[in-house]
C-alpha cells in the first residue's frame, strides 16, 4: 500500500484480546514485524477485548452491535469509530 498509494499511515486493531496489557503486547509484536517487513511504523488504532457477547452474536447469526451494542466489545467498536471520525 505503501509503495503502491503512497500512503504511510497504517492503523492496527487488536481483536480478542484477553486484557488491555495482552492486547497492546499483541500490538507491539505486530508493529515490530510490520516495521520490520514493510518499513511502515503503524499506530495503535484500538483494542477489542474478548466478550462472551460476540459469540453469542455469532451463534444467533446476527452481529454483536445490533444484539448488544453496550457490550465491552461494542464500546471499544463505538471508540474506534469515532477516533476514526476526529481524526
Known amino acids: ?51 462472551s457477547k460476540v459469540v453469542q452474536a455469532i451463534r444467533s447469526q446476527t452481529t454483536f452491535i445490533l444484539k448488544n451494542q453496550y457490550c465491552k466489545a461494542g464500546r471499544s467498536v463505538y471508540q474506534i469509530c469515532d477516533s476514526l471520525i476526529r481524526d
Not at 481483536?15 to 517487513?37: E, L, P, Q, T
Request: glycine share 6%; hydrophobic share 40%; net charge positive.
Open 1 to 51: 500500500l505503501q509503495s503502491q498509494y503512497d500512503k504511510s499511515d497504517f492503523k492496527l486493531i487488536v481483536n480478542g484480546a484477553k486484557s488491555k496489557k495482552d492486547g497492546k503486547a499483541v500490538f507491539d509484536n505486530m508493529a515490530r514485524v510490520v516495521s520490520n517487513v514493510l518499513q511502515v511504523t503503524p499506530a495503535l488504532l484500538g483494542i477489542v477485548p474478548q466478550d
